[in-house]
């Protein structure tokens, strides 16, 4: 039957696969508050009933994927009890505060101020509702905050000491843990990839609708601010990324060379493996095609600089380069297809030609997912790199599970697995549904607002666009 | 008393606060979902859901105030406890999954708004029930070797924490129907009503049988309830229950709207300061304490400074969201 090994693999196995789905809606939500209230800080600066639309429109998207994100977080926050009791209990007083400030400062603020943001349209002024959906914004950005300086501490362990029990406890202050080496590239290269993928989602649902009716005002105008935003933002997450991974290069260097699949110590310069396939049995790489030196040129900025390799690592310290290796490739890859997408949407807005060049917005449609997957196999890349440990150096995963049963989390494994599929794809398919429309003049607010019965209604707010109707097509800008 | 101690009993303090405030905001809002299948397909039910669709989210995030929390003040706890009461505990999760989404859903879908009603009475009734059942089976007792959980993983299913489950979903059911004959009016109203005079009366014999079960577990129980001079303070708790039923009772007789919603939560805040009584100083009955369980003084006092300024402006916007959907709700779920 089941062996400790096999409870580990599992509850390992299940942690991953709440975590990446949990991480696709924040990915999006922590982008669209942040659109959502560009949208409308744009409307009430302009008065522009298009903006208007498009932010109602996009509020029904934010208020499914809004709430899948939280059911499957309140998930991860138990989680870490139920499965990782001693993980839990060793790195609980420097990792829980952290996400203690994260329920206090963030949860409850997109929380409280959600209500007003999705229902709140008819009930309070147009600058308080505004002021709402700022709050659920800047919450999202909080959030991130507070979880990435956890993950960055448990990657990179900086200000702690060790009591008699065995748990990590604050040495000198809180500064050194929460600004510990790898968060600040970490947290900007998350939120950067947030904005990106949020672009790339909504220039998507922009390119199918331009698709349709190249001439349809709103398509045209989200389209346009999507491409403004990739094309801006992605090379800036090229060069983010860079620096995030020498930083990686110098805090956890097994990482960098399962990533870049150099089983070998290469003291003459080390090259670039484009492809290839590892085999971590024999700790080689197979089939290789590389470019000499480029690695060394790239990590250290010197063509002959020596470059280690994980035989330069006890062997029970490697992480599994196969994982490793090709998720990054996976991520780069997109980043770059990205950043052409944001080069060829410059070269379009040159030409006058944005809303014109389908082959553009048949590239921009294809490129509607790349942001989820490129984040998904990035978290892949910088978790399983970096195994075997939970705290880098320090806690072995292996040491970190709580002492369950094998069958008691294979039964919820599969459980979490067909319920996760069925109720987000359930709930992907409406974002489709809801995307797969075009917005419209007028667009509705959510349908589930609790309207008053008698006596109290305040003055509405918006009466929305009835003066200021959409004016033709919107002219373009640039 | 030094700081350290402080710390930690205030710690315990806020935490206890963070899930009372959860049953407060929560249970109202899981008993709707509770006896959601009770209402009529169409007007009912949409009246029912928009009453609570602009505060479940901010209710349901004291539960992750009192997990996130008791991670961070109670490391050792919180993985003990977890890991115990792994099989209701992923259960009340995944009920929470299917009735949170349910909120956004059933309005996506109306082919599909009887699947995700179901979803929505379903989660809530398994939440109600797994959350009954952690108590019971903490109150009962977790075999603690070291510093791991040392039982199996079906040891929390027992005719107690059954009793205690049933409690807790009868608990919600009464709030629910309490928040509905405040927040609603006509024949929504008339039928909240009809179903306090059931889960009423079902809520107390549960009460009355929880407390009466709890001393016989064992002796430290009787003691701290029964022993001389603790007595004379303890036994305030019930006089005070008798005294709010009797309230509650002649509310109900005289259908004020507010006054049973209120007087049903003061009972469970007497309840829960019973279950204090119960457990003080145990966080795990007789094998860890609060102070054996506590994280570094540096810890508590790191989060007490966060906390001491972040809980009332919670509480003071929290307070504005809920003034801003006060009223009676109509049944138009949008204009």
């Given at each position: 039957?089941?062996?400790?090994?096999?409870?580990?693999?599992?509850?390992?196995?299940?942690?991953?696969?709440?975590?990446?789905?949990?991480?696709?809606?924040?990915?999006?939500?922590?982008?669209?508050?942040?659109?959502?209230?560009?949208?409308?800080?744009?409307?009430?600066?302009?008065?522009?009933?298009?903006?208007?639309?498009?932010?109602?429109?996009?509020?029904?998207?934010?208020?499914?994927?809004?709430?899948?994100?939280?059911?499957?977080?309140?998930?991860?926050?138990?989680?870490?009890?139920?499965?990782?009791?001693?993980?839990?209990?060793?790195?609980?007083?420097?990792?829980?505060?952290?996400?203690?400030?994260?329920?206090?400062?963030?949860?409850?603020?997109?929380?409280?101020?959600?209500g007003v943001m999705l229902f709140g349209m008819q009930k309070v002024g147009k600058r308080l509702h505004f002021f709402a959906t700022l709050m659920v914004a800047i919450g999202t950005f909080i959030s991130a905050f507070w979880i990435i300086s956890v993950?960055?501490?448990?990657?990179?362990?900086?200000?702690?000491?060790?009591?008699?029990?065995?748990?990590?406890?604050?040495?000198?202050?809180?500064?050194?843990?929460?600004?510990?080496?790898?968060?600040?590239?970490?947290?900007?290269?998350?939120?950067?990839?947030?904005?990106?993928?949020?672009?790339?989602?909504?220039?998507?649902?922009?390119?199918?609708?331009?698709?349709?009716?190249?001439?349809?005002?709103?398509?045209?105008?989200?389209?346009?601010?999507?491409?403004?935003?990739?094309?801006?933002?992605?090379?800036?997450?090229?060069?983010?990324?860079?620096?995030?991974?020498?930083?990686?290069?110098?805090?956890?260097?097994?990482?960098?060379?399962?990533?870049?699949?150099?089983?070998?110590?290469?003291?003459?310069?080390?090259?670039?493996?484009?492809?290839?396939?590892?085999?971590?049995?024999?700790?080689?790489?197979?089939?290789?095609?590389?470019?000499?030196?480029?690695?060394?040129?790239?990590?250290?900025?010197?063509?002959?600089?020596?470059?280690?390799?994980?035989?330069?690592?006890?062997?029970?310290?490697?992480?599994?380069?196969k994982v490793v290796f090709w998720s990054f490739r996976v991520m780069v890859g997109l980043g770059l297809l990205m950043l052409l997408l944001g080069v060829c949407s410059l070269v379009a807005r040159a030409a006058k030609k944005l809303y014109d060049w389908?082959?553009?917005?048949?590239?921009?449609?294809?490129?509607?997912?790349?942001?989820?997957?490129?984040?998904?196999?990035?978290?892949?890349?910088?978790?399983?790199?970096?195994?075997?440990?939970?705290?880098?150096?320090?806690?072995?995963?292996?040491?970190?599970?709580?002492?369950?049963?094998?069958?008691?989390?294979?039964?919820?494994?599969?459980?979490?697995?067909?319920?996760?599929?069925?109720?987000?794809?359930?709930?992907?398919?409406?974002?489709?549904?809801?995307?797969?429309?075009?917005?419209?003049?007028?667009?509705?607010?959510?349908?589930?607002?609790?309207?008053?019965?008698?006596?109290?209604?305040?003055?509405?707010?918006?009466?929305?666009?009835?003066?200021?109707?959409?004016?033709?097509?919107?002219?373009?800008?640039? | 008393?030094?700081?350290?101690?402080?710390?930690?009993?205030?710690?315990?303090?806020?935490?206890?606060?963070?899930?009372?405030?959860?049953?407060?905001?929560?249970?109202?809002?899981?008993?709707?979902?509770?006896?959601?299948?009770?209402?009529?397909?169409?007007?009912?039910?949409?009246?029912?859901?928009?009453?609570?669709?602009?505060?479940?989210?901010?209710?349901?995030?004291?539960?992750?105030?009192?997990?996130?929390?008791?991670?961070?003040?109670?490391?050792?706890?919180?993985?003990?406890?977890?890991?115990?009461?792994?099989?209701?505990?992923?259960?009340?999760?995944?009920?929470?999954?299917?009735?949170?989404?349910?909120?956004?859903?059933?309005?996506?879908?109306?082919?599909?708004?009887?699947?995700?009603?179901?979803?929505?009475?379903?989660?809530?009734?398994?939440?109600?029930?797994?959350?009954?059942?952690?108590?019971?089976?903490?109150?009962?007792?977790?075999?603690?070797?070291?510093?791991?959980?040392?039982?199996?993983?079906?040891?929390?299913?027992?005719?107690?924490?059954?009793?205690?489950?049933?409690?807790?979903?009868?608990?919600?059911?009464?709030?629910?129907?309490?928040?509905?004959?405040?927040?609603?009016?006509?024949?929504?109203?008339?039928?909240?009503?009809?179903?306090?005079?059931?889960?009423?009366?079902?809520?107390?014999?549960?009460?009355?049988?929880?407390?009466?079960?709890?001393?016989?577990?064992?002796?430290?129980?009787?003691?701290?309830?029964?022993?001389?001079?603790?007595?004379?303070?303890?036994?305030?708790?019930?006089?005070?229950?008798?005294?709010?039923?009797?309230?509650?009772?002649?509310?109900?007789?005289?259908?004020?709207?507010?006054?049973?919603?209120?007087?049903?939560?003061?009972?469970?805040?007497?309840?829960?300061?019973?279950?204090?009584?119960?457990?003080?100083?145990?966080?795990?009955?007789?094998?860890?304490?609060?102070?054996?369980?506590?994280?570094?003084?540096?810890?508590?006092?790191?989060?007490?400074?966060?906390?001491?300024?972040?809980?009332?402006?919670?509480?003071?916007?929290?307070?504005?969201?809920?003034?801003?959907?006060?009223?009676?709700?109509?049944?138009?779920?949008?204009?």
């Amino acid at each position: 039957m089941f062996h400790d090994a096999d409870a580990l693999l599992l509850a390992r196995f299940q942690f991953a696969f709440t975590i990446s789905f949990h991480f696709i809606f924040p990915a999006f939500s922590i982008g669209l508050a942040s659109y959502l209230a560009v949208l409308e800080a744009l409307w009430l600066k302009t008065g522009k009933a298009l903006y208007l639309d498009l932010y109602k429109y996009w509020l029904k998207i934010f208020a499914i994927t809004f709430a899948m994100g939280v059911v499957s977080g309140i998930v991860m926050s138990y989680q870490f009890g139920t499965n990782w009791a001693v993980f839990s209990d060793r790195a609980g007083p420097v990792v829980g505060p952290l996400m203690a400030y994260e329920v206090l400062t963030a949860f409850f603020l997109e929380a409280g101020f959600l209500g007003v943001m999705l229902f709140g349209m008819q009930k309070v002024g147009k600058r308080l509702h505004f002021f709402a959906t700022l709050m659920v914004a800047i919450g999202t950005f909080i959030s991130a905050f507070w979880i990435i300086s956890v993950n960055s501490w448990m990657q990179t362990p900086t200000g702690y000491a060790i009591n008699g029990d065995g748990q990590f406890v604050p040495a000198a202050g809180w500064l050194p843990i929460i600004f510990n080496p790898s968060f600040p590239y970490r947290l900007v290269h998350t939120v950067i990839a947030a904005y990106l993928t949020t672009a790339l989602a909504v220039g998507a649902a922009g390119a199918w609708h331009l698709l349709k009716n190249a001439d349809h005002a709103h398509a045209r105008k989200m389209f346009s601010m999507a491409m403004w935003m990739a094309a801006l933002v992605a090379p800036v997450q090229v060069f983010v990324g860079d620096l995030h991974g020498l930083n990686t290069l110098e805090h956890q260097p097994a990482k960098v060379m399962a990533m870049e699949g150099h089983y070998q110590s290469h003291p003459h310069g080390a090259p670039l493996i484009l492809f290839g396939i590892p085999k971590d049995g024999e700790q080689r790489m197979e089939h290789v095609i590389e470019v000499p030196k480029l690695s060394s040129l790239i990590l250290k900025h010197d063509a002959d600089a020596p470059l280690a390799g994980l035989d330069s690592i006890k062997p029970e310290n490697r992480p599994p380069v196969k994982v490793v290796f090709w998720s990054f490739r996976v991520m780069v890859g997109l980043g770059l297809l990205m950043l052409l997408l944001g080069v060829c949407s410059l070269v379009a807005r040159a030409a006058k030609k944005l809303y014109d060049w389908r082959w553009l917005h048949r590239f921009a449609l294809v490129m509607g997912p790349s942001g989820f997957i490129a984040v998904v196999a990035g978290w892949v890349t910088t978790e399983v790199g970096r195994q075997p440990f939970t705290v880098y150096g320090l806690m072995r995963t292996a040491e970190s599970a709580s002492p369950l049963a094998a069958p008691a989390v294979a039964t919820s494994l599969i459980v979490f697995v067909i319920v996760y599929f069925a109720v987000f794809g359930m709930g992907t398919w409406y974002l489709f549904r809801l995307m797969a429309k075009a917005p419209q003049p007028h667009e509705s607010d959510p349908p589930n607002a609790p309207a008053h019965a008698a006596g109290i209604t305040p003055a509405p707010a918006m009466q929305s666009g009835t003066n200021n109707a959409v004016k033709g097509p919107e002219t373009t800008h640039g | 008393m030094d700081d350290s101690v402080v710390l930690t009993n205030v710690w315990a303090a806020i935490l206890a606060f963070a899930v009372f405030m959860y049953v407060v905001m929560d249970g109202f809002d899981l008993g709707i979902g509770i006896l959601f299948p009770i209402f009529g397909v169409g007007r009912e039910r949409d009246t029912a859901m928009n009453s609570i669709a602009p505060v479940w989210d901010g209710n349901e995030t004291w539960l992750v105030l009192g997990g996130g929390g008791l991670m961070a003040a109670f490391p050792l706890a919180y993985g003990i406890v977890m890991s115990a009461l792994y099989a209701p505990i992923i259960a009340m999760l995944l009920a929470l999954v299917f009735r949170g989404v349910a909120f956004e859903f059933r309005w996506r879908d109306p082919a599909h708004r009887p699947i995700w009603d179901f979803a929505f009475t379903a989660g809530s009734i398994t939440a109600a029930l797994a959350q009954g059942i952690t108590l019971g089976a903490l109150l009962q007792g977790i075999e603690v070797e070291g510093r791991h959980y040392a039982g199996g993983w079906w040891d929390w299913l027992t005719p107690f924490s059954l009793l205690t489950g049933f409690s807790v979903l009868s608990a919600y059911s009464l709030l629910g129907a309490c928040w509905l004959n405040w927040k609603t009016d006509g024949e929504t109203q008339k039928h909240a009503r009809r179903l306090m005079r059931i889960w009423a009366p079902v809520t107390l014999g549960c009460i009355l049988a929880v407390s009466a079960y709890t001393p016989f577990m064992g002796d430290q129980y009787w003691d701290r309830w029964f022993s001389m001079p603790r007595v004379l303070i303890t036994a305030q708790v019930p006089l005070i229950i008798c005294f709010l039923t009797w309230r509650f009772v002649r509310s109900l007789r005289r259908d004020y709207e507010l006054a049973p919603f209120v007087l049903t939560l003061a009972v469970f805040g007497l309840s829960f300061a019973g279950l204090g009584i119960s457990m003080y100083p145990y966080l795990i009955p007789n094998s860890i304490t609060l102070a054996d369980a506590a994280a570094p003084a540096s810890s508590q006092a790191f989060m007490l400074v966060g906390a001491s300024i972040l809980v009332p402006l919670i509480l003071a916007y929290t307070a504005w969201s809920y003034w801003v959907f006060r009223g009676k709700v109509a049944h138009e779920g949008y204009h």
